[in-house]
Structures are given as C-alpha cells and as structure tokens.
C-alpha cells in the first residue's frame, strides 16, 4: 500500500533501514474467533502484498477481551514490537493504551468507538464522522441548505447527533433539529409524527379545505380539487433527513416517513453505512436516498484478491487488517518510524477501501463515494470517491 501521493518503496539494499516488528491483537479464540480469523488472514495478505523480509509480524490472541487484550500487549511490548495493530474492541483498545503509551509504542485499532482514541491511539474503523462529513457536503454541493437527524437512543445514536452538529458547521448547513426513538423503536411511530409536524399540517389542510368551501368560487374549487390529493399541508424545517440507523430497526423505522408525509419529493433522506446491506437497501421509503461508502472499485479489488488466497469472500471488517498492516509495512519499508508524524502523514495511504488517513483526534478519515438507493435495492455513485486529501480538505465534493 503506497502513500497516496504515490512514492513507492526503495529495494532493500546495505543501508536498508533495520527490521520493523510490528504486534497483531486479535480474537482468535472465544466468541469472535471467525472474526479474528478473517482479520488475521487479511494481515497476511497485505504482508505477502506489501512487506519485505524484514517485516515481521507477530498474532497475539486476545481471547476478544480487555484483559485478554491487556496480556497479549503486555506480552508483545515486553519482546520490543515497534508498533500494536488491533485490538478490535474498545475495551480492548482501552486496555491496551497505557501501557504501548508508556512505551512510547503507537496503537492503530480497529474498533469504532471514537472515546477509545487518545494520544498515540488511532481508530481505524469505519466511524460515522468520516460518512457524515461526506453526505452533508454532498447535500450541501447539491443545494440543501436544512439538515435534520433520526437516530436510536444508542451510543451510535449519540454519537451521530454529536458528529452532525460538526459536520453541518463544516458544510455550511443548518441543523434544524435531532430527534432520537427508542433502541428497541418501540416509540418510533411518535416520534416520527412529531418530527413530521403530522398533526399540525393535517390541521393546515382541513383549514384550507374550509376556507377554499366558504369561498366557493371557480378559483376556490380549483384550488380544492389540487388539495384533494394531499394528506396534509405545510413544508417542513428541513430538506434533508438524516436517518442513521441500520438493519431490522432501519427498515421498521423507514416506511413511517411516508406514512407521516415527509414527502421524498421534498425531502432528500441522507444515510450512514449502516444502510449498506441488500435487505435494507430494498426498503422503499429509502430509494432517491444518499449514503456514504468506501470506492467500490477498491473494495472490489481487495476481495477478488482475498477470495483467490483464501477461497471465501472476505468478512465486512477484514479490510482493516489489511490496511493497518499495509501502512505499518509502507512506513518500514520507506525507512520511517511509526511515530505520530508518520502514522498521521495528511497525505495519507490507498488501502482496501481506498483513500484514508487520520484526524486530529486519530479517527480515520476517509475518501469515501456517494451512493443513491434506485428502486428495487439498486445503488449507483453519484459523486466517485476523491483521488486525493487536499479536494476532501477544501470541502470539495467529490474527487
């Protein structure tokens, strides 16, 4: 994996620089072992991709614990690694950090929890600050000015709420309001019908209606017989939604948007990552919707590389592996230490999922595309992922 402006690695030579050793935490046992398993073969990929001989990489098993995580670091700072990839869990990444701090050892995780980030600790899992970011400057590049937010009562939940107030800031977008239901949605449909403003616009309508009959003239009866087609009347605060959920819950939660009467028409739906998945994406009430992913081209590149080594199509996570492994490598191989500097270089790397790097708070950021749901499930790029940082710096939307 090369650094995104391109320069490649020098042939090992007398003054090649020395030796890099570089810890891997993973589950490997227990409960996320499958997980562990597709993270691990990934890591070796990259190594047969991207490292030399002088690279090495040591597997620890952290059993998918903190404590487990916590003795397999333990043991990996005692034998002199230079850099923790993993762990993959928060309480893990937590564990780990005091001790590969006091050791002055970086740790690039791959959890998605952003309160795991401190100094010297970088996520690399797909957080959605980089996905947010990316589909309100999208909305904000094509003329949506109002952006209001749906989420679960969940720490995913909070944390959505928190990076929209950012990212509207960075776009230029008004956050008119955040509404939040229920984890297990049982409280959504209310929600919806306040968020909605249901009962006010059905009122506005029966309003009109009388008026235009008091009136009752050809103007009257014209403007009736348009009205008569309408459930309720009165635009709405926003002209973008943003609906961060996924799963079973998203597709509960979608189809009362159109029950409601926020009107596709007028109000363009925003997604996460979260909606990529091809139940979701079926849903209805999500076609004409945007969300935010890695380049598909990347991403496809990966797995047909990853299915011919290993004979089974990678796992969801297995692409952080691979990237974090390859990052370590590009940095051995270049003569670099893996010290802040180089491991928050703002130029950035190509990975699995295209272009990455990371934020002042060590988050990954990301060169992610644009989707749009069609109809039946279907997703097309309407805005490709940008070939360098400096475009996604200056807010510019797409490449």
Known sequence: MPPADGESG??????????????????????YAPEGETLLRAAQLALFDTADERFTLLPRDTGGTGPGAERAALALLGAG?????????????KAVAA???AQGVGVVAFSTDREAASEGVYLLGHTPRAQIRRVFAH?????????????PETRYGAAVADEAQAAAALSGLTLTRVRTYAADASDAADVVRELAEY????QALKDERQALARQNDAAARRRLERLSTLDTL???PFDALLLADGGARLRQVAPLLPYYDIDPAATRLLGTG????????????????W??????AARRDFEERYRRAFGTPPGAIASLAYDATALAAALARNGVSFGPQAIGGRGGFLGADGLFRFDEDGIAERGLAVFEVGRGGRVAVVSPAPARFDAVAKGADGG
């Open 10 to 31: 020098t042939a090992i030579a007398e003054d090649a620089p020395p030796s890099a050793r570089i810890g891997l935490l993973l589950p490997l046992s227990g409960r």
């Open 81 to 93: 690694v230079d850099l923790l990839l993993g762990p993959l869990f928060a309480d893990g990444v």
């Open 99 to 101: 001790h590969a701090r």
């Open 139 to 151: 909305a904000a590049a094509n003329g949506l000015r109002r952006i209001a937010v749906l989420a």
């Open 199 to 202: 009962d006010r616009r059905v």
């Open 234 to 236: 009165g635009a709405l």
């Open 274 to 289: 979260l909606w990529e998945d091809p139940a979701s994406l079926g849903e209805p009430a999500l076609a004409g919707g």
């Open 291 to 296: 969300f935010a992913g890695p380049d598909p």
